[in-house]
């Protein structure tokens, strides 16, 4: 029979491997896509249904951790197995996500469209150490349009009036087109809640599909100090002009 103190010590130790255990799982969830060297996409990818599929499960690309991500598509969008994820880094060295597919509307039919959401959120040192992301990028590749179609990407941010917008379109004279778009918000967060809606739209008497194939998505920070440290640099501002006075 055991003791009283070799059962406590007993529980004790199982409560900690349980504990470790946990942790574990946790952090085996989030896989790490980070970019390595000069290279602007991770060498490897996890597609959007295992991701969506488990709910603790999510990627790591540089600082940034994403999950929580979910997708929903209409007419000939790609299935969430044929769409893939990759840690991705833009030319200005943020970190941010890529996603890889067939975001396609095809002629004849009604319009298609895909939704994805998902979390990001700067990773807990950097959190602690007073970074937030100030600043929201976009960038659409692969894209293209026969006549008379458009193909589009709105991006919000739950809680924030600032979007992304970046389109081609052949409808009326010309091609128009924004490929890229950018936001500063006006508060820096440490965790954003994105909505990616993605809408093309083929001519019916077209030849040409109206497309994109990678959307890259990257997110920049800014140093935000804490209150504290603000409240001690007011104050030692205000020391330095008492004394500027008395000398005076």
């Given amino acids: 029979m055991l003791r009283p103190a070799t059962r406590a010590v007993s529980s004790a130790l199982a409560l900690a491997m349980a504990v470790c255990l946990t942790a574990s799982t946790v952090q085996a969830a989030l896989i790490d896509l980070t970019p390595v060297g000069n290279a602007v996409n991770s060498v490897g990818s996890v597609s959007l249904a295992a991701l969506q599929n488990d709910p603790a499960g999510g990627i ?5 951790v994403f999950t929580g991500f979910s997708y929903s598509r209409i007419g000939d969008m790609p299935v969430p197995s044929d ?19 067939t975001f396609v509307d095809l002629p004849g039919g009604a319009f298609s469209d895909a939704l994805i959401r998902f979390t990001v959120e700067v990773d807990a040192e950097a959190a602690e150490a007073g970074w937030q992301i100030s600043d929201a990028h976009l960038f659409v590749g692969g894209a293209g349009v026969g006549d008379e179609s458009f193909l589009t990407v709105d991006e919000t941010f739950l809680g924030k009036n600032e979007t992304l917008n970046a389109y081609i379109s052949t409808i009326g004279p010309g091609t128009n087109s924004q490929l890229s778009d950018s936001t500063i918000f006006m508060t820096p967060v440490t965790k954003l809640n994105v909505t ?3 809408f093309a739209s083929a ?12 959307i890259d998505q990257s997110f920049s920070q800014t140093l935000v100090p804490e209150p504290m440290t603000l409240a001690l640099a007011g104050m030692g501002g205000l020391a330095m002009v008492a004394i500027s006075r008395r000398r005076s």
């Fill in 196 to 198: 990616k809606d993605i």
């Fill in 83 to 101: 769409v893939l994820v990759l840690g991705f880094k833009d030319p200005d060295g943020n970190w941010g996500v890529s996603f890889h597919g």
């Fill in 60 to 64: 790591i690309v540089g600082d940034k």
């Fill in 203 to 214: 001519a019916a008497g077209g030849f040409l599909p109206a497309r994109a194939t990678v």
